[in-house]
């Protein structure tokens, strides 16, 4: 690999991890429009072990979080750890990262994602006509029991 590929290669992956520190951010953060940007187009979402994809559509799954996640409602906390990334070709590439994530209802009352297991996101990115890389699938996966709303 030359140094100007290797350099390439390096600038993919920080700029996936900006993707996905942006993505972190504006879920807990509520900035719908932000956090769309994070997503291709025909992105899909697939939970723990779902055949077919629960959302499909970076519109539709931006809604789905929306009503998960409503303004005034429930306050997350996400955190991405541990990146692997690898970088497939010159437009795409695949990531695994740890999450940490809690969440306190509107009612007060505090839940983490995992609920006692370890989580990853399982991810394909896509960089698109405009340079940028957008998540273009997703599959979170827990070795404990999922939360109602990923099962």
Same mark, same amino acid.
């Not at 006509?129 to 998540?135: A, F, P, Y």
């Given at each position: 690999m030359s140094t100007e590929q290797m350099a390439r290669r390096l600038t993919d992956i920080e700029e996936i991890k900006q993707l996905k520190a942006r993505y972190f951010r504006n879920i807990d953060t509520k900035n719908w429009k932000g956090y769309r940007e994070c997503f291709a187009d025909d992105f899909k979402f697939f939970g723990n072990e779902d055949v077919k994809p629960m959302v499909v559509g970076g519109d539709e799954y931006v809604a789905w979080a929306a009503? +998960?996640?409503?303004? =005034?409602?429930?306050? @997350?906390?996400?955190? /991405?750890?541990?990146?692997?990334?690898?970088?497939?070709?010159?437009?795409?590439?695949?990531?695994?990262?740890?999450?940490?994530?809690?969440? +306190?209802?509107?009612? =007060?009352?505090?839940? @983490?994602?995992?609920? /006692?297991?370890?989580t990853f996101y399982y991810e394909e990115y896509e960089k698109g006509?405009?340079?940028?890389?957008?998540?273009k699938q997703s599959r979170i996966r827990s070795s404990g029991p999922m939360p109602p709303m990923l099962k």
């Open positions: 009503r +998960l996640y409503p303004v =005034g409602g429930a306050r @997350t906390m996400h955190h /991405g750890h541990n990146p692997e990334i690898e970088v497939t070709s010159e437009r795409t590439a695949t990531g695994i990262w740890s999450l940490g994530s809690r969440t +306190l209802g509107a009612d =007060g009352k505090e839940e @983490t994602l995992s609920r /006692g297991g370890a006509s405009d340079g940028k890389w957008r998540i």
